[in-house]
C-alpha cells in the first residue's frame, strides 16, 4: 500500500471522501491522519462478522490457555474415569450422561468427563497449528525474500523445490513417514514420550506448509525490489540483510498476516485429521480428532458425543476462517470475495 | 508452446524421481530390516531364514541396485530373488505385500475402483452444485439467494468432514434408517447397489467441496460480468442466456478447470478420511493400513501412484487452459 494510497483512505474513512492529501474539509474539521494499522482496525471493527470471530477466536484460546484452572473450576481431569456413571454395557447412563456435573456428557466405554477432554483438546490442536503455523510463515518469509530478492540461480532452484514439495501427496506421505519416524525414534516396544508426537506432526506441517508463503512473499518482493526506495536504501550503502529485512519485510506484513490467519485453521483440520487416522496425537494427550474418532464407535448408541466434538471442531475453524476474511477485509479494501 | 510443454514436462518427470527416491530412501529407513520384519522374533528366526528371505525378497543387493531394478520392474517386470526362491513379478510389478506376500499391483487394482468411484461421483456433486449456486449468486447479486449462497460457501468451507460424515451417517442411516450402512459393491457386478452405496461418501465430499467452489465461481464469475466483451455482447443484442451461458461462463470458469483438475488429481491419490468414515477399503485406507504395519512396498506404491496423480494433473491442467480460454498463450 503506497503513501498517497495510505492518505486517500483516511480521507475515505472519515466521511469526507475524495480530498486532496492535506486539504482541510469544507466543513473546516481537521484532516485526520491515521496509519494503515489505524485504518485496518477501523474497518474491523465495523465488521460484525469480523467482531464476533474474533470474540469466539479469544474465547477459544483463553479455554485453551486457561485448560487448568477450566480444570480446577469444573472440578473433573481430562483423564480422571467416571464408571459410576456408564451401564453395564460401557454407555453412559441417562442422555449421553449430561447432567449438572457433567456438562457435555460422559464419553462411552472410558468414561471421561467430555467437556474437560475438550478443552484441553482444544490446548493441543492450537499448540500444534499455532507453533506450525509461525515456523512456517518464518520459513516461507525467509526462502521467499531471499528467492525474490536474489533471483537467478538461487530464485530457479528455491522455485523448484516449492514446485517439489507441491506436488507431494501430503496425506499420503505422512502415512508413509509417520510409522517409519516413529519406528526409528523409539522401535516397536518402547514408548513414546508425550512431547514426540506433537513435535513430529509440527515438524511435518512445517515441511509441506513453507512452500505457500514463499510463493506468495516471492512474488510480492519480486515487485518490490524494483521501488525507488529500496535503490535509495543501496545507494545509501545498506547491506543485504538490511534491505530484505527491514526495507522490504515491513511491506509483506499485511498479506504475511492473512496467510497466518488462514493457515491456522487449515493446520488444525490437517491435525485432527491425522489424529483420527489414528497416526497423529496419541493416548493420554487429550485431541480433538482422536475424539472424534474414538466417538465414531458409538455413533449408533451415543450420536451426541460424535456430534459435539465435530461441532467444537467445527467451530474452531469456522470462527479462524471468518476472522481470516475480516482481516483480508480490512488490511487490503480493494480486495473482493 | 511446445517449448512450455517440455519444461512442464521435464519438471513433472523430475519432480516424480525426486518422490520415488525419496520414498525410497524411507523404505531403508526403517530400522527393522523388511527381512527381519517379516522373519518374525528372535527365536523363530535363525540367520539362515533370515538370509534366505533376504534373498527371496532380493535386499541383499546395494541399495541404489535395489532401486534400479524396482524402478525396472514397474516398465518391465522384473524376477524377485534369485535361484530357487525367484519369483516371477509381472509388469507393472510394484513388488510383494511384505504381510501376506499378495503382488502389490493386485492390491492396488482391488483399491483404486473403489477411490476412483467415490472421487468421480463427488467431483460430479460438487462441480454441480458449486458451479451453478456460484454463478447464480454472481447472477442475482444482493438477492436473498446470494445472501444464502455466500452464507453457505462460508460456513460449508469451514466444515470438517469429521463432522459432516458422520452426521451424514446419523441422519440417513442411524435415525432414519433410510439408507443402510454403506458396502461397496464393483460398478460391472450391480450398477444399482454400486450408487447406492456411493451416495452417502459422494454427498459428503461433494458437498463440502461445493463450498468453496460455489465461492470461487461467484468471485470470477462477478468479475467477468464487468468486463467490455460482456457488455458489447449484450449490446449487441445476443440474448442474455447467450452472453451468461456461452460468452461470461468460458471466461470465468478457467480457474474453476484449474482447482478441480489439482483437486481431482489430489483425491484419486486415495480420499482416506472418507473411506475411513464410510468403511471402504480405497487407495487411500490401503496405504494406510499398510503404513501402520511397515509393509512398505505398498505404501511406496501408493505413494508414487498418489504423485503421478498430481502430476499429471499440473499437466492436464495446464494444457487444458489453452484450449479453454483463448487469450492464454503459453510460452
Known sequence: MSEQQVVAQAAVVDGAGGLEP?????????????????????????DRVGLASGGALLFFVLLAVAAPLVERLYGKGPLERFPERLDRNGFPLGYAGVDAEHWLGIQPNLGRDVFIQLVYGLRTSLLVAFTAAL????????????????GGRVDAVLTWFVDLTMAFPFFIFCFAFIPVAVNQFYGVRDAEATW??????????????????????????LSLREREFVDAARAAGAGL?????????PNLWAPILVTFSLNVPALITAEAALSFLGIGILEPTPDLGRLISDSVDFIREVPTFTIV???????????FNLFGDALRDALDPKSTR | MLRFFVRKLLLAVSTLFAVSVLTFGLFFAVPNNP????????????PERLEMIERRMGLDVPVPQQYGSFMKGIFAGRTIGEGDAARECLRPCLGFSFRNDEPVSRIVGRTLPVTLSLVAGAAVVWLLIGVSVGMISALRRGTV????????SLVGASMPILLFGPLLLIVFVYETGWLSYPRYVPITENPLAWASAMILPWLALGFLNS????????????ETLTEDFVRTARAKGLPKATVYGRHALRAAITPIVTIAGLDLGTYLGGTVITETIFGFTGLGKASLNAAINLDMPVVMATVLLAAVFIVAANVVVDALYAVIDPRVRLG
Open chain 1, 22 to 46: 492535506g486539504a482541510v474539509p469544507a466543513g473546516g474539521k481537521e484532516f485526520v491522519g491515521r496509519s494503515p494499522g489505524q485504518l485496518a482496525w477501523l474497518r474491523l471493527r465495523r
Open chain 2, 145 to 152: 439467494f446470494d445472501r444464502l449462497a455466500v452464507g453457505f
Open chain 1, 196 to 221: 514426540f508426537r506433537p513435535m513430529l506432526l509440527i515438524a511435518i506441517f512445517v515441511l509441506f506448509n513453507w512452500t505457500y508463503t514463499a510463493r506468495l512473499v516471492r512474488g510480492q518482493v
Open chain 2, 211 to 222: 463450498a468453496s467452489y460455489a465461492r470461487l465461481s461467484r468471485a470470477q464469475m462477478l
Open chain 1, 135 to 150: 515456523l512456517t510463515i518464518g520459513l516461507g518469509i525467509l526462502v521467499g525474500v531471499v528467492a525474490g530478492y536474489l
Open chain 1, 241 to 249: 540483510g538490511h534491505i530484505l529485512f527491514r526495507q522490504l519485510l
Open chain 2, 35 to 46: 527381512a527381519e520384519l517379516m522373519c518374525g522374533n528372535g527365536k523363530v528366526c535363525s
Open chain 1, 309 to 319: 466434538g465435530g461441532t467444537t471442531l467445527f467451530l474452531l475453524v469456522l470462527s
